[in-house]
């Protein structure tokens, strides 16, 4: 079984920076397509970046240029560099894992102004 556990939310000043982790067990990581998603309050859960197995990303144009999906197979580990934030981006950030239809439990980012 497939499980996903997100860390490195908490408040950031707006223009800051911020990296979450998002440490997967349970299955083959090397051959996911894996992302992270956010969702805000009163509003849908939104994609914001996505990386394939072959290390090809994309971003929401929302992000682009300041966040950055990377990810580490060693360590079945995949992470989001947010740099300038802004308070819009203040969200629950979920991992997911797209061969499995997996999610994490969710990491709160709160930028502030």
């Known amino acids: 079984q497939v499980q996903l556990v997100e860390s490195g939310g908490g408040l950031v000043q707006a223009g800051g920076s911020l990296r979450l982790s998002c440490a997967a067990s349970?299955?083959?990581?090397?051959?996911?397509?894996m992302g992270w998603y956010r969702q805000a309050p009163g509003k849908q859960r939104e994609l914001v970046a996505t990386m394939l197995s072959d290390g090809s990303t994309n971003n929401a144009d929302s992000v682009k240029g300041r966040y950055t999906i990377s990810r580490d197979n060693a360590k079945n580990t995949v992470y989001l560099q947010m740099n300038s934030p802004k308070p819009e981006d203040t969200a629950v950030y979920y991992c997911?894992?797209?061969?499995?239809?997996?999610w994490g439990q969710g990491t709160q980012v709160t930028v502030s102004s």
């Open positions: 997911y894992d797209f061969n499995t239809r997996t």
């Open positions: 349970g299955s083959i990581f090397g051959i996911k397509t």
